[in-house]
């Protein structure tokens, strides 16, 4: 069973102070990762797209992936209460009948604390 | 480009009825997923399709569900008979190639009373 694990939280940061989320993934040839913000009551929207081991950086997002580990981070600078979301880290499954499957954590919920 | 569309937005039936979902995907996308969002469990797959086959069903909860694509612009998820324990979010999504991010629709909120 592939599996992705994110802690669930509430992860609370005040604002201005950088949230840093985490994931965990059981697959070890996946190749793609994202990061995906869920407002509560609406759909997920990507904020980051992840390939190679290292850093990614858009904005205030930062993308950290370390595929030795299987894990895969996202860092925000400057955190706004606007940033108060949850948090959907998702991973592409590179073997066998689920080739192409993206699999979802269930989501780490933030709350940035003015 | 208008994105993923979904139809109904919001869907409440009686335990026992038919219930079918509906999916527009992006023009020019080959890849089809549903999903389906609940508190407890988070977003669970639950089949995909690629240039219209179904790749990969194993997530279907049961014989009750079954999802179909005709052609490559319009996908169904349908439950028969619905039951209290398939309510939650339902969302359509798709993508361009393998390995590139999905974008979603706006998701169909099923309750069943």
């Known amino acids: 069973q592939k599996e992705v694990e994110q802690n669930s939280g509430p992860l609370s940061v005040p604002e201005g102070a950088i949230a840093s989320l985490n994931c965990t993934y059981s697959?070890?040839?996946?190749?793609?990762f994202f990061w995906y913000r869920q407002y509560s009551g609406k759909s997920p929207e990507l904020i980051m797209s992840?390939?190679?081991?290292g850093d990614k950086e858009d904005g205030r997002f930062t993308a950290q992936l370390n595929k030795a580990s299987q894990y895969v981070s996202l860092l925000i600078r400057d955190s706004q209460p606007s940033d108060s979301a949850t948090y959907l880290c998702?991973?592409?499954?590179?073997?066998?009948?689920?080739?192409?499957?993206?699999?979802f954590g269930k989501g780490t919920k933030l709350s940035v604390k003015p | 480009d208008a994105g993923v569309i979904q139809s109904p937005r919001h869907e409440v039936t009686e335990m026992g009825q038919e219930v079918t979902l509906r999916c527009k995907p992006i023009?020019?996308?080959?890849?089809l997923f549903w999903y389906r969002q609940t508190m407890m469990r988070g977003l669970e797959l639950l089949i995909y399709?690629?240039?219209?086959?179904?790749?990969?069903d194993s997530g279907m909860p049961e014989d009750r569900f079954s999802a179909k694509m005709p052609n490559a612009s319009f996908s169904t998820l349908k439950i028969q008979p619905s039951e209290p324990r398939d309510s939650a979010v339902y969302f359509c999504?798709?993508?361009?190639?393998?390995?590139?991010?999905?974008?979603f629709g706006n998701g169909t909120r099923l309750t069943v009373t």
């Open positions: 992840i390939y190679s081991n």
């Open positions: 023009s020019g996308h080959n890849s």
């Open positions: 697959d070890r040839g996946s190749q793609s």
């Open positions: 399709f690629n240039n219209n086959v179904p790749i990969d």
């Open positions: 998702a991973v592409n499954l590179a073997y066998g009948g689920s080739q192409g499957n993206l699999i």
């Open positions: 999504a798709s993508r361009g190639q393998d390995n590139s991010p999905l974008h």
